[in-house]
């Protein structure tokens, strides 16, 4: 707490200026467009109307909104439950040293390199019943496996393939917090006679903590945004199960022409977004706390 | 409790060719039980593989450890029954200090009214009774270091406890507390305890017997008036002692010593070799004489320095600093003085090849 005063120079101003005009053009003006279109309905690029919340009330209510919402989350909870554990064992697989390590870390990483679409793509020939590796194999064991007819299987595969394309993140994120523990800790829990799942379950997951936030938090925003790979390999169906928030709204947008509705949403959405990641972070930085303050290791 | 005996060597790279390629030089070594041992020395000298090998976190490339007449190379740590506390604070960071504690006895099953009396115990002898229930994780580095040493000591039936410089981190004032606290903790529990160290002042202080290491061979074994008194080897005569020996070669030609030139009677219980040897004198024994004193040699003084209690005269011998700690005034010695020490008397060693003549 210095007693000295530091002189007023309101010039200083202009120094911060290129900064805000970065975020004004890059984040502020396209998120008021957006909010202008919200408000009013757009009937031809000449009329318009001021509409008010008519629009948000509207989106609220929107019976088909609700389900694509209700999908989502449970998609994103999905990939979540399953890539975060998963993500972990392959962690605790993976070879610590040598040449074995980098080429697991390559093979590990494959499937990030690969682009959203192209992703979608290899998923839509592998899991074709008539051609596709997957689909014939199931076919051949007995199982009348459709992705584009039957909506649980459309459901599963495009889960299967969220899962097959990010879960090397999570394990990549798990094995570089693996890997900044001192051998140390490992050799204390010998001598302490600690079992597998204790050195697990008191070193290596507290550890791990920092980066798994990470990987939680990168999973649920990404997850919840999915339009590519759902939209190349079902383009939604069949019906609607496959039609999470941001295809639905993509729908509305392009397909339907609906500006107002879907800029409404789109701000509905954004917050959703925003409050959950919001709820996970704090969550999991109280429980940081609760147990160590691990994040400011990591 | 046990009594531990090693007969091994290690390197930590297959097929060691020469000396250098071993972290340890084939040894044969024994640590009586209940006894308190340091091994000190340099860093990179072998300490801590020896007190790893010995906990069994390191099996030797050759060679068998042995605990109370049963060969234990192959087994575990847990199997051993050994504790070991580390340089750096271990500690589980989701645990209270209570379960920091209480964690390696949960781990071996013992009943919970036993772990919660040896748990009070424990903290009770660190000053640790008033923080049992926090979490371990927001704790000072000697905070977490007590808990370290703590889960060392927690378990009482232990064949041994190493500790690996596990004062590093703890600052002096608290250094001394629990350097006494584990010492009375040694007399107490008659436990087995060896300390790796590289500073004399806390072997000399915790050890009934050092183990002087430097370059995968232990050079003496003794206690600390004989590393003193009479160095096996010239490292442990330069290792310890503050400053450590001086060293000055001499010659003994037909039975006659010749030292700077000037050749000395030796003293008829000595038994030297002929040739050429190293001669030996703690700067504590070098005493200021004059010209008239057989046995003195000429010196050039280029220091002396006051040390609070006591003098350390620095000189020169035929190019050989020799040093000279003076409990008595000499005032008036300046740099470029010449002055006489004897350096031939009951004190002095000498050596052949580094190893002392007996």
Redesign the interface.
Known sequence: MSAVSKPVNQKAWFLVLPVILCVAFSAIVPLMTVVNYSVQDIISPERRVFVGTEWFVAVMRDQELHSALLRQLVFSFAVLLVEIPLGILLALSMPAQGWKSSAVLVLVALSLLIPWNVVGTIWQIFGRSDIGLFGVMLQRMGFDYSYTGNATHAWFTVLLMDVWHWTPLVALLGFAGLRSI?D??Y??A??????KF?VFR??QL??MQGVLVIGVLLRFMDSFMIYTEPFVLTGGGPGSATTFLSQYLTQKAVGQFDLGPAAAFSLIYFLIILLMCFVLYNWMQSAGTH????SDHA | MARIELDLAHAYRPNPAQDSDYALLPLKMTFEDGGAYALLGPSGCGKTTMLNIMSGLVTPSRGSVVFDGADVTRRTPQERNIAQVFQFPVIYDTMTVAENLAFPLRNRKVPQDQIRKRVGEIAEMLDMSGQLNQRAAGLAADAKQKISLGRGLVRSDVSAVLFDEPLTVIDPHLKWQLRRKLKQIHHELKLTLIYVTHDQVEALTFADQIVVMTRGKAVQVGPADALFERPQHTFVGHFIGSPGMNFLPVEVVAGVLRLAGRAIAIPPDLHLPEGALQLGIRPEYVVLCNEQVPGSVPATVTRLQDIGTYLMLTTTVQDRIVKARLESDVAGLQAGDQVWLQLIGEHSCFYVNEELVP
């Open positions: 001192p140390a800790y050799q204390a010998r001598i302490d006679g600690a079992s204790a008191y070193i507290p550890k147990s160590g303050e691990e």
